[in-house]
């Protein structure tokens, strides 16, 4: 143990995390290569030298590329979180010398992208216009990872119970119905009074299975003594939904003021059907322990404001 602490403390330089993150990424010493412009027998020679140092094996190699192994997929998690760490320290100092307050890095879920998180940001721009906002978006299945490597600073999004962790810490900021819409085009886009039993046996475009939301919805169906749609597509994207509610022509199931804000833009329509489920609220996602920089205490400042204003 005294060795990798030596390793880990001393002997490893940020070209060596830099290769061991792009490996995991590319998973082939060849696009390795061109990606961070080097030889490949210096990609391998480089990876021989990280290996000895720990006196472990840390990726497999095999004629159809390289694999992690368990030692190397802690390496790796280990090499993007000090990454993430240069990379927020390096934006902080050159955010100072330009009179900026920094960069934030959010992951936000299709509940709170279009209203809450798009609000936030601009009264973040209101007070400090030099600010970076990076956002991803994406479910707590790709944003989780990225926030617990230091890749995120927070995540916005439903305060899904299935991923309450101790490393994690939560603040909700208010609750947030769901509804079902269509296209402007969609048959049932003006119907006076739509029932389950029209809906069931339609294409639909639905959160993933992971989602509170979608197994409430499967149970709406079989209170009304239906089958849940078995024409679906499953997805955690607002653009995929709305391109499948456009093109298949599917039926979407949507956060209540995720589909306002686009029906007023003509995008979609909200059918006149009740939809009482109860879901867990929307708030805000972060790393226990972990400082927040001035920039995200900003944005969370901001986004605290938004949800009062709307509470």
């Keep these: ?86 990379q927020r320290t390096r934006d902080e100092i050159d955010a100072v010398a330009s009179g900026g307050v920094g960069r934030t890095s959010v992951g936000a879920m299709v509940v709170a992208t279009p209203t809450l998180l798009m609000q936030a940001i601009q009264r973040l721009k209101a007070r400090s216009k030099l600010t970076t906002v990076m956002v991803e978006e994406g479910d707590l299945t790709r944003l989780l990872p990225r926030l617990r490597v230091g890749e995120l600073d927070l995540i916005v999004g439903r305060l899904e119970p299935g991923y309450a962790s101790p490393d994690l810490d939560t603040e909700a900021l208010y609750r947030e119905t769901m509804c079902i819409v269509v296209a402007p085009s969609h048959p049932l886009a003006d119907a006076a009074d739509p029932d389950w039993s029209m809906l069931a046996g339609l294409p639909w475009v639905v959160p993933p299975p992971w989602a509170s939301s979608r197994s409430k919805l499967g149970q709406l169906f079989y209170r ?43 995008l979609l329509r909200i059918l006149k059907i009740k939809v009482p489920i109860a879901l867990p609220p929307v708030g805000i996602i972060t790393l226990r322990g972990r400082p927040q920089t001035p920039a995200s205490q900003l944005l969370v400042e901001c986004l605290r404001e938004g949800a009062a204003r709307s509470r």
């Design 1 to 86: 143990m005294g060795q990798i602490d030596r390793v880990l403390r001393s002997n490893l330089k940020l070209r060596h995390l830099q290769l061991l993150v792009v490996l995991d990424e590319l998973r082939h010493l060849g696009r390795v290569s061109e990606f961070l412009s080097i030889t490949q027998p210096a990609v391998s020679k480089m990876l021989v030298e990280i290996e000895k140092m720990f006196d472990l094996q840390l990726f497999v190699r095999s004629t159809r590329g390289t694999e992690p192994t368990a030692y190397g997929e802690t390496v790796v998690r280990f090499a993007r979180s000090v990454l993430a760490d240069y």
């Design 224 to 266: 009304h003594r239906l089958l849940p749609p078995a024409d679906i597509i499953e997805t955690a994207s607002f653009l995929v939904t709305l391109s499948a509610m456009h093109e298949r022509p599917a039926v979407g199931f949507l956060a209540h003021g995720v589909a306002q804000h686009f029906a007023k833009q003509g």
